[in-house]
């Protein structure tokens, strides 16, 4: 019997071995994403990923499946980076920005469905924000949003004017009833455009800015 399950052992490790494809990838070393610029990084497990830093590019190369944290630090502050290292070799990041003097956006859920689900409530979000700012009024209506995920392992980028779901922390898509998924997790979104309606008339907020969110674990009944 343990002769078996040894010898079944082997032959999924072999498998695994023989599927696996080292794999190379590049993050920009920017201020946008990790909220510094890394000069110096150190890879918790070693055996999982290596990483360098050349140039304005952070190089992460897959060694084996498992996860680990890197750490990167521009002398005095840090921002990390979890790293998931899957069978095939594929590597799925989650940058955790450097969050020194920036402004977090609390994202929460909402009930939906007469209490039979829940969402991620981004537009409140991002409504709370652009009226705290002065951009858009209490009784205006969000309609459009244009971005760019700089974490699109969290959220992914606008399509047709809508906020998208991201992803598991695994890399794999969100269906709808699975968005608590994405509770406890940070993205910056860069927006380009925010169309609104103020009485009727269709208003467009056209310029870039960034904003950091944090989707909690809390639900608010909105």
Avoid at 187 to 214: A, C, P, Q
């Amino acid at each position: 019997m343990l002769k078996n399950l040894l010898q079944e052992r082997t032959i999924h490790i072999e498998n695994i071995s023989s599927y696996f494809n080292s794999k190379l990838i590049g993050l920009s070393n920017d201020v946008d994403v990790l909220g510094i610029r890394a000069t110096t990084l150190k890879v918790q497990d070693q055996s999982v990923a290596a990483s360098y830093i050349v140039d304005n590019k952070i190089y992460l190369k897959s060694l084996r499946p498992g996860e680990t944290i890197i750490t990167l630090t521009d002398w005095s502050d840090k921002a990390f980076i979890k790293l998931t290292v899957l069978n095939s070799g594929d590597i799925v990041t989650e940058v955790t920005p450097c969050l020194k003097n920036k402004k977090i956006i609390p994202v929460y859920f909402k009930r939906i469905l007469d209490a039979t689900a829940i969402a991620v409530d981004l537009k409140g979000a991002l409504k709370n924000y652009l009226i705290s700012e002065g951009k858009i009024g209490e009784g205006d209506l969000i309609e459009e949003v244009h971005y760019q995920s700089l974490h699109p392992n969290v959220l992914n980028h606008s399509i047709n004017g809508r906020f998208i779901l991201g992803c598991h922390v695994n890399g794999l898509p969100l269906a709808n009833n699975q968005e608590y998924a994405l509770a406890n997790r940070i993205v910056t979104l860069k927006f380009s455009e925010v169309n609104y309606r103020r009485r009727g008339i269709k208003i467009s907020l056209n310029e870039d800015f960034l904003i950091t969110f944090m989707i909690t674990d809390q639900i608010k009944d909105i």
